[in-house]
């Protein structure tokens, strides 16, 4: 943790210019611009309501609000870890011939994400006046959902940056297993949805439990967790960033021969 602090100091007007240079990319040649990471989430919750809202008659009138308080979140995680499969490869000019710490691109494609994440969350705002949603002291629990959610994504991110790289068929692995991840972690309905006798063994995967703590926190509601639910995910969050910052230093050297 220590050294990606240091990283941060030193490179941030690097990092900097990289976030801005993958954004330009992300949007460049597009009549709306930044305008996509407000239209991208709401077409989503438009397909997500119609079918669940419209035709299996499930969800509560603010269903779109819930829909896309754990679609962002995910996004986020997703991003992060897609992005940083790809990090080293896609930048391997740059890895090859700039002295430069490896893991600045990983952090960049997760600052990147970020970013995107934050400009997407202002699509929130008419929602909540709609449903007359009053943010109160939960609140804060959204942020930190963030922040437990972004230890799992940096320290998956910094082992699949270098496997990726020596193992080619890894990404293809990581776009099946999360496409699974996306359905069994509460992301398009809440907990409540997931049969009773299920509903605290589910909350042990530490993706469902960020995104129902982020999603209740915004609305104000109770929360459906309990104590050891956040233990066992915030502990498992440090365990895998720890394990990141472990494994990059001794695959990175391996993986750039490969590049």
């Not at 893991?103 to 400009?119: D, S």
């Not at 960033?241 to 490969?258: D, H, I, M, R």
């Amino acid at each position: 943790m220590l050294r990606l602090l240091k990283i941060v100091r030193k490179h941030r007007y690097v990092l900097t210019n990289f976030v801005s240079r993958d954004l330009k990319i992300k949007y460049r040649g597009t009549v709306a611009g930044y305008l996509w990471s407000l239209l991208e989430p709401l077409s989503l919750v438009a397909v997500y309501y119609f079918i669940f809202g419209v035709i299996a008659k499930r969800g509560e009138a603010d269903f779109p609000l819930l829909v896309i308080l754990g679609l962002l979140p995910w996004n986020y995680f997703n991003g992060v870890i897609m992005s940083s499969s790809t990090a080293l490869r896609s930048n391997a000019g740059l890895v090859l011939r700039v002295h430069l710490p490896r893991e600045t691109y990983i952090l960049a494609n997760a600052a990147t994400a970020l970013v995107v994440m934050g400009l997407s969350l202002l699509v929130i705002i008419p929602f909540m006046f709609v449903w007359d949603v009053v943010p109160g002291w939960k609140l804060i629990l959204f942020p930190i959902s963030i922040l437990v959610l972004s230890g799992f994504a940096l320290g998956l991110g910094m082992v699949v940056a270098c496997a990726n790289v020596i193992y080619r068929d890894l990404g293809y692995l990581i776009s099946v297993i999360f496409r699974f991840l996306f359905y069994f972690s509460a992301t398009i309905y809440p907990v409540s949805m997931v049969p009773k006798e299920f509903q605290y063994y589910f909350l042990f995967n530490p993706i469902a439990l960020c995104l129902s703590m982020g999603r209740n926190g915004v609305m104000n509601r109770e929360m459906p967790f309990e104590p050891i639910h956040v233990i066992s995910a915030c502990v498992l969050s440090l365990f895998i960033f720890a394990l990141g910052n472990w494994t990059f230093p001794k695959l990175e050297s391996k993986a750039v021969k490969y590049l």
